[in-house]
């Protein structure tokens, strides 16, 4: 039987779309039955309706503080009964409303614990650091602070600019996370934190 993944996604989907394109072999063993965002007519979004993938849009603006939209997003969640729900360029903080309920996985664009929060490519570039990379872990109510799945190191070259290195990241980033989120799956509920 097919793991159902609920993957939240903000921007371009373009790590969704690695993650449905992964789920179209059978032995992968995973089938995303839901695609929720943050915000309206996002490019996640056009990718799942392409693949004929339910689409669901829970904003902050339309509910009276973060509770609530922790509360919604967590319902809309739930109604789609995943087995792991994957984070792919999801934009907004869950609480443990969400999080404390779903085995829940985020990538991130650094060998974490270095350079955790939204601008951890700039903040590498800043220190001067040679090596960056991307993290897969277990989403904890911290910011990028879950136990870490996988890593992989990413060289920062001398002309690289945030977007240079960012898009180098991303490179990675897709195949690792597809590999890593099959494993996961593979180990089953007991597999690792969540």
């Known amino acids: 039987m097919s793991a159902r993944l609920v993957v939240l ?11 449905l394109d992964a789920c179209q072999d059978p032995a992968y063993g995973a089938t995303v039955v839901a695609v929720g965002t ?17 689409v669901f849009t829970v904003r902050l603006a339309d509910h ?6 922790n509360a919604a997003t967590a319902d809309r969640i739930a109604a789609a009964r995943p087995d792991l729900l994957v984070l792919a360029g999801y934009m907004k903080i869950l609480d443990k409303q969400v999080i404390g309920r779903f085995r829940t996985v985020n990538t991130h664009p650094s060998l974490l614990p270095s350079f955790p929060g939204a601008h951890a490519v700039r903040d590498a570039l800043a220190h001067g650091v040679k090596i960056s990379g991307v993290t897969v872990h277990w989403v904890d109510e911290g910011v990028d602070t ?14 690289d600019t945030e977007d240079t290195l960012h898009a ?3 490179a990675v980033e897709r ?20």
């Open 146 to 159: 879950g136990p870490i799945i996988a890593q992989a190191a990413v060289e920062i070259r001398r002309e």
């Open 175 to 194: 195949g690792l996370y597809v590999d890593t989120i099959g494993r996961v799956l593979r180990a089953g509920p007991e597999g690792g934190a969540g």
């Open 38 to 54: 943050d915000r309206p007519d996002t490019g996640a979004e056009r990718r799942a309706r392409a693949a004929g993938v339910p």
């Open 64 to 69: 009276p503080d973060r509770d609530a939209f």
């Open 168 to 170: 180098r990241i991303q």
């Open 9 to 19: 996604a903000s921007g371009a989907g373009t790590t969704l779309q690695a993650i």
